[in-house]
């Protein structure tokens, strides 16, 4: 079992930045998918950037190419989203994801406001 608790959300202004954390309880994080969605109201999930377990590889939706970055910290079981050039439409609930073949554990959420 697997339990993350994400942090770091809030409110900015237009062409701010933020850093999210999740933070993953349980054993063997480095082995686990890690990767970051959102949902905005009115609107289905989506992935905006993952981590692969092994490799340092990476992906992210065309949308945050350039702007968002994904890290992880293995011994610290940690995940980060590093947001910068922050845009209106990315206002959203932010949620953290793990996953391993069939297990899937999602976060809480937070809530990330980009309004001036």
């Known amino acids: 079992q697997v339990q993350l608790v994400e942090s770091g959300g809030g409110l900015v202004q237009p062409g701010g930045s933020l850093r999210l954390s999740c933070a993953a309880s349980g054993r063997a994080f480095s082995s686990y998918v890690m990767s970051w969605y959102r949902q905005a109201p009115g609107k289905a999930r989506e992935l905006v950037a993952a981590?692969?377990?092994?490799?340092?590889?990476?992906n992210y939706a065309d949308s945050v190419k350039g702007r968002f970055t994904i890290s992880r910290d293995n011994d610290k079981n940690t995940v980060y989203l590093q947001m910068n050039s922050l845009k209106p439409e990315d206002t959203a609930v932010y949620y953290c994801n793990a996953r391993l073949i069939f297990e899937v554990y999602w976060g809480q959420g937070t809530q990330v406001t980009v309004s001036s």
């Open positions: 981590s692969t377990s092994a490799g340092g590889g990476t």
